[in-house]
Nanobody, 120 residues
Framework: QVQLVESGGGLVQAGGSLRLSCAASGRTFNNYAMAWFRQAPGKERERVAAISLSGYGRWYADPVKGRFTISRDNTKSTVYLQMNSLKPEDTAVYYC?????????????WGQGTQVTVSS
């Protein structure tokens, strides 16, 4: 089992920045690929960014390319999502997830989520 706890969400104006963190505990963090997903009201959950075990492989959804950066610190068992140039359409609950393959869409462990609200 891997336990994931997100933090760093909040209310920000359009054009602003937020940095989300996800702290992992339980099994060895660097055995897992990590990802960030989001779900807006009335919409399906979507994967926005993912990172490989080593951190060298990264994937981004088209809507966030060039604005979001995923990173990980295996010494701290933490994955981050730096979000810049935020838009109202980025408003959602953001979840971190752990899995075996950063290019896969299926992940095994999930955090409880953190709310991000971007005002126009």
């Amino acid at each position: 089992q891997v336990q994931l706890v997100e933090s760093g969400g909040g209310l920000v104006q359009a054009g602003g920045s937020l940095r989300l963190s996800c702290a992992a505990s339980g099994r060895t963090f660097n055995n897992y690929a990590m990802a960030w997903f989001r779900q807006a009201p009335g919409k399906e959950r979507e994967r926005v960014a993912a990172i490989s075990l080593s951190g060298y492989g990264r994937w981004y959804a088209d809507p966030v390319k060039g604005r979001f950066t995923i990173s990980r610190d295996n010494t701290k068992s933490t994955v981050y999502l730096q979000m810049n140039s935020l838009k109202p359409e980025d408003t959602a609950v953001y979840y971190c997830a752990a899995g075996s393959n950063y290019l896969a869409s299926t992940y095994n462990y999930w955090g409880q989520g953190t709310q991000v609200t971007v005002s126009s």
